[in-house]
């Protein structure tokens, strides 16, 4: 992960977890003690754990999008989506898609574009909750 060293220097205690359809592929690509992998588990779940960290590393989908955007924390992006002069392009405004407050990284450079301020965009006075069943004790992590 291009941005762990960033976050744990912000965040000492810090905990990564690791929600994906392809768990594998995370296993062998990122491996730290402060990883956490959740697997087995259905996509509601998946959306109800991303949205109640306190910071989101996204992916380009509108999955980690709305993640993101519920947690209220810092968001990371990947700044180079879409892809300059495709066809998504012409159709995606960045900055209708990503808050200011958001951090874009470069994987080609692999370095932040800017400094980071890591304050929420936002001051939620409610709770947003996703009712998750589940028919086995296990852990949803």
């Known amino acids: 992960m291009a941005t762990d ?3 744990k220097e912000q965040f000492p205690r810090i905990q990564f977890v690791v929600c994906s359809d392809d768990i594998t592929w995370c296993r062998e690509h990122v491996r ?6 959740s697997e087995g588990n259905s996509p509601v779940t998946y959306f109800a754990i991303l949205s109640s960290c306190d910071h989101v590393i996204m992916s380009t989908g509108s999955f980690s999008w709305w993640a993101a955007w519920l947690a209220g ?3 990371v992006y990947y700044y180079n989506w879409p892809r300059p002069m495709s066809q998504l392009e012409y ?15 470069s994987m080609k450079d692999r370095h932040w574009k800017r400094r980071v301020k890591l304050t929420p965009m936002y001051t939620r006075s409610d709770t947003f909750s996703v009712p998750v069943k589940t028919t086995s004790n296990k852990s949803l992590l």
């Open 91 to 105: 159709f995606v405004t960045k900055s209708d898609y990503f808050y200011p407050t958001w951090a874009p990284i």
């Open 5 to 7: 060293a960033y976050f």
């Open 73 to 75: 924390g810092m968001a």
């Open 32 to 37: 730290d003690e402060s990883v956490v992998y």
